[in-house]
């Protein structure tokens, strides 16, 4: 991945993360998509996995 790849992953964190309420049952579809776009920027896969995860779309 390049660096303005990681920088463009990072931004859109950081803009999702500015849109956090504090009520859970709001902000669950932004923290889905967090972890998802955490989860491509350290290029971490599920256990035992050669593809891409398929419980949470990442």
């Known amino acids: 991945m390049?660096?303005?790849?990681l920088?463009?992953?990072e931004a859109q964190i950081a803009e999702l993360k500015g849109?956090?309420?504090g009520d859970m049952f709001q902000d669950?579809?932004?923290r889905d998509q967090?972890?998802?776009?955490?989860?491509?920027?350290?290029g971490v896969k599920p256990?035992?996995?050669s593809i891409d995860c398929i419980g949470?779309?990442?």
């Open 47 to 49: 256990m035992d996995s």
């Open 2 to 5: 390049s660096e303005l790849q």
């Open 34 to 42: 967090i972890h998802n776009l955490e989860m491509k920027l350290k």
């Open 28 to 30: 669950m579809e932004i």
């Open 19 to 21: 849109k956090l309420t």
């Open 56 to 58: 949470c779309g990442s």
């Open 7 to 9: 920088k463009e992953l």
